[in-house]
């Protein structure tokens, strides 16, 4: 919340009032997320969707430009960040886990020092005052995901990791 207070008063007044966060998901900790929210004076700007059916995340990230994933959970992929670029979201990352900064490298995206306020709101600044940016790194993000995280892509790792001929053939049963 401190980056994204921080990036709408590096924006032009115009632009800052067209941005929205969508914060989807509930839990134990909604009160405090809403008392940040406030502390920040951010309340035009946050929406709290509240718990989100599965069914419904794919439609959300299809209405949004930018994923923001601050997240340092986690030692592998997150799926969360994998839905949102096969969604064509420009996503920023923490680069921990360090698997982030992978996925986002080549343009895919900005991955950022985790807990880095300052890089975040600029990383936040930068994908909002340039849509273009945006949507290429979107359409690149949607290409890797496309490539490297198919179903093909799947099998062929499982095939290569397993040395299992036959596994094509319990697939398809």
């Not at 909604?30 to 989100?52: F, M, S």
């Not at 930018?66 to 096969?86: H, N, P, Q």
């Not at 890089?119 to 290409?143: D, F, N, W, Y």
Request: net charge negative; charged share 20%.
């Amino acid at each position: 919340m401190h980056s994204l207070s921080q990036a709408l008063q590096r924006l032009p007044s115009e632009l800052a009032g067209r941005v929205r966060l969508l914060i989807a998901g509930d839990g134990p900790l909604r009160e405090e997320v809403k008392a940040t929210i406030q502390h920040y004076k951010l309340e035009q700007a946050c929406l709290l969707w509240g718990d989100t059916p599965a069914s419904e995340v794919l439609s959300l990230l299809a209405i949004s430009d930018i994923f923001l994933y601050t997240s340092t959970r986690g030692a592998c992929f997150s799926m969360a960040m994998l839905e949102a670029m096969a969604s064509r979201c420009a996503v920023i990352a923490s680069t921990e886990p360090r698997a982030n900064a992978q996925l986002l490298a080549e343009q895919r995206g900005i991955a950022v020092a985790a807990n880095d306020v300052e890089q975040t709101s600029a990383a936040l600044v930068q994908l909002i005052k340039q849509p273009e940016l945006c949507q290429q790194m979107g359409a690149a993000a949607r290409a890797y995901v496309a490539h490297h995280h198919s179903t093909n892509m799947f099998r062929r790792t499982l095939q290569r990791t397993t040395y299992w001929a036959e596994l094509d053939t319990l697939l398809s049963e």
